[in-house]
């Protein structure tokens, strides 16, 4: 896949030396990392937008208001070795540094299949997405951020309530998102020598396109369907700007934010 770039807006002296900080939001067509890349424009930032379709790459973007930072569209696909290499060869050509990896893009996968119905095919493109892109785009940034002067920087890894309890049928989601909690401690300790700091935000029934049927029925742990509550995604995008926001000598570790009457303390 070729990578296609698009700059939205005109970079400013204060960008040109530095002092704009620079995101990377993987995911960000839509829902969470849409809601999280308006949140970081309107703070300011510059932020490239990374997602296999331009055209919501370009909604998002738009969806900034007058006078926020500047927004790089970046068409790619995140378990693509040479797509992830593009991606964070753009920001350092565009902005010469990053301060923020926001490691969001992935997929449920195909739902309510049990997992002895799950075609080998369909688990692989979850793991390739949600683990295998969250590694790539990672090390990217690992690299930049070790090598970059000031030196460090921060990434937040998108888990899930699926990171700590399953839904029924979720074999590949859960798997995945359980093993994004070991990338992130690991990336954790590793990035300790290097001023940069990682955490995870677990996310529970954020309304999102991902999530609008919920609250007409899910599935639940005993067999029975029933509507659950959800939460405005935006205050996802505020939490997730809190922990960027946040100096280098502080890391939120682990966050879950979710809708307060969803059944997770419980479930099952």
């Known amino acids: 896949m070729n990578t296609v770039r698009t700059t939205v ?12 900080k620079v995101a990377v939001v993987t995911g960000a067509g839509s829902g969470i990392g849409r809601a999280v ?7 300011g930032w510059s932020v490239a937008l990374a997602g296999r379709r331009p055209e919501p790459l370009a909604e998002t ?19 693509r ?7 964070f060869g753009a920001v350092r050509d565009r902005f010469g540094r990053l301060d923020l990896l926001f490691n ?23 793991v390739d997405t949600n683990l295998n892109g969250a590694f790539l785009c990672a090390q990217a940034a690992y690299r930049q951020m070790k090598e970059q002067d000031p030196r460090g ?10 990171a700590h309890t399953p839904r029924p049928h979720s ?40 999530t609008a049927g919920m609250q007409t029925g899910a599935l ?17 995008a505020r939490t997730v700007r809190h922990m960027a926001d946040l100096p280098l000598e502080a890391n939120v570790q682990f966050a879950t934010v979710m809708a307060t009457a969803m059944p997770y303390v419980g479930r099952g």
């Open 9 to 20: 807006g005109e970079s400013t002296d204060e960008e040109s030396n530095g002092a704009r």
């Open 37 to 43: 890349a308006v949140e970081l424009l309107t703070a």
């Open 61 to 79: 973007a738009a969806a900034a208001p007058a006078g926020a930072g500047t927004a790089l569209t970046v068409r790619a696909d995140v378990s």
């Open 81 to 87: 070795p040479e797509d992830v290499a593009a991606l």
């Open 104 to 126: 969001n893009a992935g997929t449920f996968g195909p739902g309510g299949v049990p997992v002895e119905e799950l075609p080998y095919e369909a688990w692989r493109h979850v």
């Open 153 to 162: 920087g921060r990434i937040i890894n998108n888990g899930s309530i699926s």
């Open 171 to 210: 074999v590949a989601y859960t798997a995945t998102k359980h093993a994004l909690t070991g990338l992130t401690k690991s990336l954790s300790l590793d990035g300790r020598p290097y001023g940069i700091a990682v955490g995870q935000i677990d996310i529970g029934n954020a309304a999102t396109d991902m």
């Open 220 to 236: 639940q742990a005993n067999g029975e369907t029933a509507p659950e509550p959800v939460m405005d995604v935006a205050d996802v």
